[in-house]
C-alpha cells in the first residue's frame, strides 16, 4: 500500500501551499513534518535529503523532490490534473504560470514593514484587477466551458481559485467586475475535495502571522530586510 | 508559410535563451521577431497576441505560448526531451528548477549597477560552486551515464549546459573543481546540434553590451 506523501515545511503558507491545494483537491492524504528549530533544519540538510539545501522537498513515491514546481508538475500529471495531450497541459503550465506570478507577489508580504505591506497591497491588487483577472476571464469566456482547458478539473482552476481567494484576503471585492471569475469561484469551490479543504479543520494554513515571519527567520538565518516589488 | 516556430523577444538572452537552446538541441529551426522599442511590446500586449501582456512568446503549432516554462516543457515534451515516465519528469523538472534559479541571478547580473556587480558577481559564484555545481557533479556520478536523467538526452542536460558556459563566460575557471562537469560540458557541445548552435552565425544570443542595456530597460520598465 503506497504511504502518504510527506511535506517538509513550515507550518504556514509559503510555496508549500500550493502542493496542500492540488493534493488536497485530488483527494490526496498527507503528512507534514514542520520545521521548527535551527537544530532540525541543520540536521535535514547534513542528511543530504534537500537537494538544493531548500524546502519545500516531499516525499513521494520514493523519491525526495525538492523545487516547488517539479512537485506541483508531478502530483498533477500522477493524479490527471494536467490535460489529456501535451497541447493541454502546454495550456495548463501557461495559466498556471501566470497565477504563479500573482501569487508570488504575496510570498514576501509577511516579512513586509507595515508601511510596505500597504504598497505591496496595492501593487497586488493592481496587477491582479488589470493584468491576470482579465486574462482568465476572458479564457473562460472564449473557452465557454466550466473549466479552463478542456472539459474537467485540472491543475489550472485548481490554481486559479487559490490566487482569487489570496486575492479576496487582501481586497475582499477583487472579482468586481469579473462576473466568469465569480460564477467559476462558486463552482470550483463546491467541488467535494475542494470545498473539504476550505472547511476548519483542514490542513490549508492561515494567513502567515508575525510567529510565522519569526520562525521562518530563525530556521533560515534569514535576518536581512525583504523588499516590497 | 514556413510552419516553424515564431520566437518574440528582445535581440539577446533574456528569458528566451533557454528556449532557443533546447529547439536547438532539438534540431527545430525558427524564426524570431525583435522587439526594439516599448510600443512594440504594448502593441502586442493589446493585440491579445500576449495573455499576460509579457514576452517571452512562442507560436508553435497554433498556439501563441507564453510563460518561459510553458514554452520550454511543450518542447521538450514534442521533441521526446523530457524523459520516458512521470519519474524521470519529476527528476528532470527538479535539475531544471534548481538551474532557473541560478539562471535567475546569472541573467540580472548584466543589469546591476557597476558599483554592485563585483559582489554580485561573488555571489553568483559562491551559489554555483557550492549549492549547484557539486549537485550536478554528484548527479553525474551517481547516476553514471553521459546524461543527467535516463539514458538519453533531456531538457535537464540542454540546461545545464547552457548555464556552464555563461557562468564561464563570467570567470573562466568556474568548473575547476567539477572533472565530471567539465567532460559532460565537452561531450554535450560535441553533440552535433549543440556544436552547431556554439558555432558563429547561430540564433545563440551574444552577452548583452553596456551600450544596450539602457534600451533593453526601456522595453520592459
Avoid at chain 2, 563585483?118 to 557550492?130: C, G, R, S, V, W
Amino acid at each position: 500500500m503506497a504511504a502518504k506523501p510527506v511535506l517538509y515545511y513550515f507550518d504556514g503558507r509559503g510555496k508549500m501551499e500550493s502542493v496542500r491545494w492540488l493534493l488536497a483537491a485530488a483527494g490526496v492524504e498527507f503528512e507534514e513534518v514542520f520545521l521548527e528549530t535551527r537544530e532540525q533544519y541543520e540536521k535535514l540538510l547534513q542528511s543530504g535529503v534537500l537537494m538544493f539545501q531548500q524546502v519545500p522537498m516531499v516525499e513521494i513515491d520514493g523519491m525526495k523532490l525538492v523545487q516547488t514546481r517539479a512537485i506541483l508538475n508531478y502530483i498533477a500529471g500522477k493524479y490527471n490534473l494536467y490535460g489529456k495531450d501535451l497541447k493541454e497541459r502546454a495550456l495548463i503550465d501557461m495559466y498556471v504560470g501566470g497565477t504563479d506570478d500573482l501569487m508570488g507577489f504575496l510570498l514576501s508580504f509577511p516579512f513586509l514593514s507595515a508601511e510596505d505591506k500597504v504598497k505591496q497591497c496595492a501593487f497586488v491588487v493592481q496587477k491582479a484587477t488589470s493584468r491576470y483577472f482579465p486574462a482568465y476571464e476572458k479564457v473562460l469566456k472564449d473557452h465557454g466551458q466550466d473549466f479552463l482547458v478542456g472539459n474537467r478539473l485540472s491543475w489550472a482552476d485548481i490554481h486559479l481559485l487559490e490566487a482569487i481567494l489570496m486575492l479576496e484576503e487582501k481586497k475582499s471585492d477583487a472579482l468586481s467586475g469579473f462576473p466568469l471569475l465569480q460564477a467559476f469561484k462558486k463552482r470550483i469551490s463546491s467541488i467535494p475535495t475542494i470545498k473539504k479543504f476550505l472547511a476548519p479543520g483542514s490542513k490549508r494554513k492561515p494567513i502567515s502571522d508575525d510567529k510565522y515571519v519569526e520562525t521562518v527567520r530563525r530556521v533560515l538565518r534569514m535576518y536581512y530586510d525583504v523588499k516590497p516589488n | 508559410m514556413s510552419g516553424k516556430p515564431r520566437l518574440t523577444y528582445i535581440n539577446g538572452r533574456g528569458r528566451m535563451e533557454s528556449i532557443r537552446w533546447l529547439l536547438a538541441a532539438a534540431g527545430v529551426e525558427f524564426e524570431e521577431v525583435f522587439l526594439q522599442t516599448r510600443e512594440q511590446l504594448l502593441k502586442l500586449g493589446q493585440d491579445g497576441s500576449l495573455l499576460f501582456q509579457q514576452v517571452p512568446m512562442v507560436e508553435i503549432d497554433g498556439m501563441k505560448l507564453v510563460q518561459t516554462r510553458a514554452i520550454l516543457n511543450y518542447i521538450a515534451g514534442k521533441y521526446n526531451l523530457y524523459g520516458k515516465d512521470l519519474k524521470e519528469r519529476a527528476l528532470i523538472d527538479m535539475y531544471v528548477e534548481g538551474m532557473a534559479d541560478l539562471y535567475d541571478i546569472i541573467m540580472n547580473h548584466d543589469f546591476k549597477p557597476a558599483n554592485e556587480k563585483e559582489k554580485d558577481l561573488a555571489n553568483i559564484m559562491d551559489k554555483a560552486t557550492n549549492r549547484y555545481l557539486p549537485v550536478f557533479e554528484k548527479v553525474l556520478k551517481d547516476h553514471g551515464h553521459d546524461f543527467l536523467v535516463g539514458n538519453k538526452l533531456s531538457k535537464a542536460d540542454v540546461s545545464l549546459l547552457e548555464n556552464i558556459l555563461w557562468l564561464e563566460e563570467l570567470k573562466p575557471d568556474a568548473l575547476a573543481k567539477f572533472p565530471l562537469l567539465q567532460s559532460f560540458k565537452a561531450r554535450m557541445s560535441n553533440m552535433p546540434n549543440i556544436k552547431k548552435f556554439l558555432q558563429p552565425g547561430s540564433a545563440k544570443k551574444p552577452l548583452i553590451q553596456e551600450k544596450d542595456i539602457p534600451n533593453v530597460m526601456a522595453i520592459f520598465h
